[in-house]
């Protein structure tokens, strides 16, 4: 294993998750654009088996849960006849699980907008969740059949349906948030309580990520060519948010407020998760 130097890799982690791109943070770190999706990679594995390992028997109970889309090599409209079908090229989506009070990010998974990936993560979600959970998301209808195989009778599913008015144009021809017409919420199975029925936390999370991890920032082209390469950016960016940076409304990290860490990381911390692993 071809390891940069300490101070290259602090510089490399943190150009990334502040939302640079890989060759922006290759020309700060003073290193070539495969060494840098190298080292991402090395550093995203390690971050995923920390991970998988430590976060897991949770005390969470209001978790909600959101897809977000981006792209890998280009987006399904332009891929070229022989990738058309991948399941690692094309639109892809970022499931999500947040725990809405102490913010941490439990689960995610990078795969298709399908019911066998609403699964995957579903079986991950509940798999660091042994307790009795709600569970709040949008209306997809994949969610339903995955968190009932998932969780069987521990979780309580509640849904969130807006309706928007139509899109405008403001007079100088730039796009215009529509407006929220309509709001409801839904118990869809178990007793959900309807009041903590919401999404607002993982929207607004899924803002922070399309600001701070480029490959899910709006009309960039800093995509993801490989598979690989966007998990490790993902699994990067989750455990920084996760154990490094403190959030301004509960004022530590939200692994210090799950009880996972007594203390907020540094970088440095992160990067020594791939020595930890390859012992």
């Known amino acids: 294993m071809n390891r940069l130097s300490q101070i290259k890799q602090d510089l490399l982690v943190a150009a990334i998750v502040e939302g640079t791109s890989i060759r922006g943070a290759a020309r700060i ?3 070539t654009k495969n060494s840098a999706i190298r080292n991402l990679n090395w550093i995203g594995a390690a971050c995923q088996t920390y991970h998988d390992k430590h976060v897991r028997n949770l005390k969470c109970f209001h978790i909600e849960a959101d897809e977000m889309w981006s792209y890998i090599h280009a987006k399904d409209r332009n891929l070229p006849l022989d990738l058309i079908g991948s399941k690692e090229h094309g639109d892809m989506w970022n499931w999500i699980g947040i725990d809405a009070e102490s913010k941490l990010v439990i689960s995610w998974h990078v795969g298709k907008k399908e019911t066998s990936d609403a699964k ?9 969740l042994p307790g009795k959970v709600q569970i709040s998301t949008d209306q997809l209808m994949h969610y339903r059949p995955a968190f009932e195989e998932a969780f069987g009778t521990r979780a309580a599913y509640g849904t969130i349906s807006k309706k928007f008015g139509n899109v405008k144009m403001s007079p100088d021809g730039k796009y215009e948030q529509p407006k929220l017409k309509k709001m409801r919420q839904y118990a869809v199975m178990g007793n959900p309580i309807p009041d903590a029925i919401s999404t607002h936390c993982i929207e607004r999370y899924n803002l922070s990520v399309r600001q701070s991890t480029r490959r899910f920032s709006r009309a960039t082209l800093a995509f993801s060519r490989k598979i690989k390469n966007k998990r490790a950016a993902v699994a990067l960016y989750f455990t920084y948010f996760n154990f490094c940076r403190i ?6 990290t939200p692994a210090m407020d799950a009880g996972l860490a007594d203390h907020p990381w540094e970088i440095r911390e992160i990067v020594a ?3 930890d692993v390859t012992k």
């Open 29 to 31: 770190a003073d290193i």
């Open 273 to 275: 998760l791939v020595a």
């Open 247 to 252: 959030h301004p409304v509960i004022r530590v």
């Open 120 to 128: 995957t993560f579903a079986t991950d979600l509940a798999s660091r």
